[in-house]
Nanobody, 119 residues
Framework: QVQLVESGGGLVQAGGSLRLSCVASGSSIFSFNSMGWYRQAPGKQRELVADITRSGSTNYAPSVKGRFTISRDNAKNTVYLQMNSLKPEDTAVYYC????????????WGQGTQVTVSL
């Protein structure tokens, strides 16, 4: 059974940094076409924050470009999201996701980790 487990969320002041981690078990992350980070704020739809393909190409939402960095460590079977210059509007539950080989969309999800940015 493949599982994604996030960690690293918490409470931080505006302007601060956090690093989220997503560890995959039951499968190598290299087997996934891509992995990504989504977030969902209260009353809002889940949105893609950043993703990274097997080849290492990255993509970012305009609202986080230049502040967030997604990376992967295949040896540790882990994907990271480094978040700098955090803003209150970054407050959300952040989810790790993976898109398997024959999937047209992200089809594996973690349980989520809360990120709260205070003024």
């Amino acid at each position: 059974q493949v599982q994604l487990v996030e960690s690293g969320g918490g409470l931080v002041q505006a302007g601060g940094s956090l690093r989220l981690s997503c560890v995959a078990s039951g499968s190598s992350i290299f087997s996934f076409n891509s992995m990504g980070w989504y977030r969902q704020a209260p009353g809002k739809q889940r949105e893609l924050v950043a993703d990274i393909t097997r080849s290492g190409s990255t993509n970012y939402a305009p609202s986080v470009k230049g502040r967030f960095t997604i990376s992967r460590d295949n040896a540790k079977n882990t994907v990271y999201l480094q978040m700098n210059s955090l803003k209150p509007e970054d407050t959300a539950v952040y989810y790790c996701a993976a898109r398997r080989v024959f999937a047209n969309a992200y089809d594996l999800w973690g349980q989520g980790t809360q990120v709260t940015v205070s003024l």
